[in-house]
């Protein structure tokens, strides 16, 4: 057993503390790392857009409405809003002849704020493609009106599609969602309520399936490989997901969610982790990724000093003063 934390140390004072929810297993199912909440439920959030875009993607949306790779990325992807994202979904929108108020996933601005800066600038209004999740929306309407479904009431918790994604859940994760564990995600999306041993099941079988091995092979290789060859469409530049996939060159697979959740699979390696930063606070990620990736040499000395630098885990105020650190402490 591990017990982990994240330290932000003003001075020499522990200034603030973040408890760390870590599980991390290889495809044998054999424990590497667990803090003792692998039975605890947790909502995933964005980290599990992956599995959501396999019905999509067993659609054939390439055939069918022919959209490239960066579409297929976005399907998966919590975007920022840059202007590489807008203009790919501007480009599918157009391919399926929908009109933005077909998303129920709600106006916010982008995540980004240099692009957020420059939209307030322009005095443009926000509409439902800024919206980080409007990839995954636009996945499930495109999969709606290539198999005949209502996009009217898509988001449904029993529409055909939603069904579609539950059947995929209960296949990786090896077990059954029940009702007890919907809810609704910020986008008005249904999301689940999983234990962290169950997304940490789906995760060994993704790998399993993104290698031949398990069910909806072909399925995930493309969303996987399309997200590998676009990493800045599941994040944006400045996205820690984003970077750390850049970073590893095709080894690593991975996806943050709202509330301080982290999952990744190390293709090469064959295992995954999950994080959960219990009181959700998502600046606790980084670190606590970093030094689990240290610990099993899912990147090698050249990449974590990279991703270190480009964190910047020393704290400086505005006026670029040391003012502390970020520790990371496991027991």
């Not at 995954?136 to 009217?152: D, E, P, R, W």
Request: proline share 2%.
């Amino acid at each position: 057993m591990s017990k982990i934390h994240v330290d932000f140390i003003r001075g020499n004072k522990v200034e603030s503390s973040h408890q760390v929810k870590a599980l991390v297993t290889n495809t044998n199912g054999k424990i590497l790392l667990s803090t003792k909440n692998d039975n605890e439920y947790f909502f995933p959030r964005s980290s599990i857009k992956i599995f959501q875009a396999i019905p999509f993607a067993m659609s054939n949306p390439i055939k069918n409405y022919k959209l490239n790779n960066k579409h297929i990325a976005l399907a998966c992807a919590s975007h920022k809003g840059e202007k590489i994202h807008i203009k790919e979904l501007k480009k599918w929108i157009s391919k399926i002849n929908l009109k933005t108020k077909n998303l129920q996933c709600g106006i916010h601005g982008p995540l980004d704020k240099k692009a957020s800066k420059k939209l307030i600038y322009s005095r443009k209004k926000f509409n439902e493609l800024y919206n980080n999740c409007a990839g995954k929306h636009l996945a499930m309407l495109t999969s709606c009106l290539i198999n005949n479904q209502s996009i009217n009431n898509y988001l449904d918790y029993n529409h055909t599609h939603q069904k579609n994604i539950r059947k995929v859940f209960n296949k990786f994760t090896e077990t059954k969602l029940s009702k007890q564990n919907f809810s609704l995600d910020g986008c008005s999306a249904p999301q689940y309520s999983f234990k962290i041993k169950s997304i940490s099941k789906a995760l060994n079988n993704l790998i399993k399936s993104y290698k031949d091995s398990y069910d909806y092979s072909e399925e995930v290789q493309t969303l996987i490989n399309s997200v590998l060859e676009n990493p800045e469409f599941i994040g944006g530049t400045s996205s820690f997901d984003t970077k750390v996939m850049k970073t590893s060159k095709g080894k690593i697979f991975c996806k943050s969610g709202a509330e301080g959740v982290f999952l990744f699979i190390d293709i090469q390696k064959e295992i995954s982790g999950v994080i959960k930063i219990t009181d959700g606070n998502e600046r606790a990620i980084p670190i606590s990724i970093l030094n689990i990736f240290k610990k099993f040499k899912v990147m090698n000395r050249q990449e974590l000093k990279y991703l270190e630098k480009k964190e910047k885990f020393e704290l400086q105020n505005h006026a670029g003063r040391n003012i502390g650190r970020i520790s990371f402490i496991m027991k």
